[in-house]
Nanobody, 120 residues
Framework: QVQLVESGGGLVQPGGSLRLSCVASGDILKVTAWGWYRQTPGNQRELVAL???????NYQDFAQGRFTISRDRAENTIYLQMNSLQPEDTADYYCNGRRPMSGSYYLDYWGQGTQVTVSS
């Protein structure tokens, strides 16, 4: 099992910045990819950014150039630095860890989420 605890959400004005943190514990050595997702009421959870164990990162178009995902292995923490935030970035943000299983299957671990509100 892997436990994920997010923090860092809050209220920020348009154009502002936030840094989300996700502390991972448990069987994290079996996780090969870490990600941040977001969800608004009535909508599906969507990918924001991914970071793989080899350091490769991947961003959705809306995050490219504004958001940065990173990982501190020593602290078992995954970060999402968000700059130039806009009201449309308002959502609950979730940390994810993905563990490959046999074949093409995988197991997803999720945190409880942290709320980000961008408003003046």
């Amino acid at each position: 099992q892997v436990q994920l605890v997010e923090s860092g959400g809050g209220l920020v004005q348009p154009g502002g910045s936030l840094r989300l943190s996700c502390v991972a514990s448990g069987d994290i050595l079996k996780v090969t990819a870490w990600g941040w997702y977001r969800q608004t009421p009535g909508n599906q959870r969507e990918l924001v950014a991914l970071i793989y164990n080899d350091g490769y990162t991947n961003y959705q178009d809306f995050a490219q150039g504004r958001f940065t995902i990173s990982r501190d292995r020593a602290e078992n923490t995954i970060y999402l630095q968000m700059n130039s935030l806009q009201p449309e970035d308002t959502a609950d943000y979730y940390c994810n860890g993905r563990r490959p299983m046999s074949g093409s299957y995988y197991l997803d671990y999720w945190g409880q989420g942290t709320q980000v509100t961008v408003s003046s």
